[in-house]
């Protein structure tokens, strides 16, 4: 089992929709990340988080410690929010755990 | 400046071949990371620079050799690469090596032959 897990992996969805990735991990974390990286490979990152809620713009991420668990929603969706998100962990030792992705296709 | 730039974007090399990869940001980072990334896999650390001094190597072959020459600098010395080692290489900075905000490049699409 990997030790960060998101869901789902693909997610395809019309313009304007509530839209929520999901992130899990089973190890001790500093802080977890969320990145979105567009097709061509540029990374960019979203947010960085170690309690509660950050909000930015139509973006806002969670983190409940003591569940082990992580979300991102997207508020009324965009074509230009297609792309694939990535969660990753920074472990109490130090290490920079990612997920697998989750590939976002919204259609206008 | 909140950005951090890499060349080549593009490298076409032979297995004989020795090249270099380039990372650059001037946001006064003193943590910069390299990264590998295979076609639809999520990235994979390679080497972390925390102030100029490399501070973790995760088992990356002795053909990849990282060098942090200033504190706005990071390249990654390749030679001897095999055809497997073709991937989207990343660099990213932080303010620190702690658990901060990670910025990235664009990556240089290296194709090993």
């Known amino acids: 089992k990997n030790e960060v897990e998101q869901s789902p992996q693909n997610l395809t969805a019309q313009e304007g929709e509530f839209i929520t990735i999901n992130c899990s991990y089973s190890?001790?974390?500093?802080?977890l990340h969320w990145l979105q990286q567009h097709p061509g490979g540029g990374i960019v990152s979203l947010f960085m988080l170690s309690s509660g809620k950050k909000k930015h713009g139509r973006l806002i991420a969670t983190i409940n410690i003591q569940e082990k668990h992580s979300s991102l929603h997207i508020t009324a969706s965009h074509p230009r929010d297609s792309a694939v998100y990535i969660c990753a962990v920074r472990t109490s030792y130090g290490k920079l755990t990612f997920g697998q992705g989750t590939i976002l296709t919204v259609h206008p | 400046d909140t950005e951090v730039t890499q060349t080549p974007k593009h490298l076409v090399m032979g297995m004989t071949n020795k090249k270099s990869l380039k990372c650059e940001q001037h946001m006064g980072h003193r943590a910069m990371y390299w990264y590998k990334q295979k076609a639809k896999k999520p990235p994979e650390l390679m080497f972390v620079?925390?102030?100029?001094?490399?501070?973790i190597n995760e088992s990356v072959p002795s053909r990849f050799s990282p060098e942090c020459p200033n504190s706005s600098l990071l390249n990654l010395h390749l030679h001897a690469l095999q055809p497997e080692d073709s991937a989207l290489y990343l660099c990213a900075s932080s303010k620190t090596s702690l658990a901060e905000t990670q910025y990235f490049g664009p990556g240089t699409r290296l194709l090993v032959l």
């Open positions: 190890v001790g974390i500093s802080a």
């Open positions: 620079y925390s102030y100029e001094k490399l501070s």
